[in-house]
């Protein structure tokens, strides 16, 4: 009888180890689930709430669809943080809906900084367009990863991670992005922790900060992320 569990209890642990290996390509596709047609346009007037955007009638779609103009104008830095984002995800670009793709434009005034930030359910990858930014990502046992680009470099923030971008160079810098996912989600931690309605009684216990010491970063950090 002890022979017999022994065997079944083997036969298990080998099907178990099967399983996990044919699970793994499935383990390692990007973020975003593969596309199950040759494209899903965005529809952003459909009111239909689904995992992602509705697709527009194939019949109706056209090659505009398909282009995207916003990252060839330079966004507006004149606010407190000296940094403009501007995104080309499936809500301002419907042709990319269930791709697993966007891009964004990142511009900075002199000293600007896309403060730190997540981004969910992406990957992001960086290349320099001009001026010099200081960069970095914190794994999650703490550890910071942080160097200077210059003109012509590429960094690559893994999926989830907090991440910032900082302007170190005597003028404004450009940068572009590219992200595995048609909508990557993006948390500004400062906002989320001081913005976002969280109990101050909570926000007091996890910094150690006093009730009026809470209440000012608040105030700061609304302040900083006010858009013009």
Do not use: W
Request: charged share 15%.
């Amino acid at each position: 009888m002890a022979g017999s569990f022994s065997a079944h209890v083997l036969r298990v642990t080998v099907a178990l180890f099967v399983l996990q290996l044919a699970l793994l390509p499935m383990m390692a596709i990007a973020s975003d689930a593969d596309p199950e047609q040759d494209f899903c346009v965005a529809d952003p007037n459909n009111p239909t709430i689904v995992n992602g955007l509705v697709c527009k009638n194939p019949a109706l779609v056209k090659a505009s669809d398909f282009i995207f103009h916003g990252l060839a104008t330079p966004g507006n830095t004149n606010d407190p943080l000296g940094s403009s984002v501007t995104p080309a995800a499936a809500a301002q670009f419907p042709g990319i809906n269930t791709l697993g793709i966007s891009m964004a434009r990142l511009d900075f005034a002199k000293g600007g900084l896309v403060p730190p930030h997540t981004h969910p359910r992406a990957t992001e990858i960086i290349f320099v367009v001009e001026g010099s930014l200081l960069v970095g990502f914190v794994s999650t046992n703490g550890t910071l990863f942080a160097t200077t680009l210059q003109k012509g470099d590429v960094f690559v923030f893994p999926r989830g991670l907090l991440h910032f971008e900082l302007n170190v160079c005597d003028g404004t810098a450009t940068a572009i992005a590219a992200l595995n996912s048609q909508n990557p989600g993006t948390q500004i931690q400062a906002v989320a922790l001081f913005n976002s309605g969280i109990s101050e009684v909570v926000l007091e216990k996890a910094f150690g900060l006093g009730e009026k010491a809470v209440q000012k970063i608040e105030y700061a950090v609304e302040a900083a992320n006010k858009k013009p």
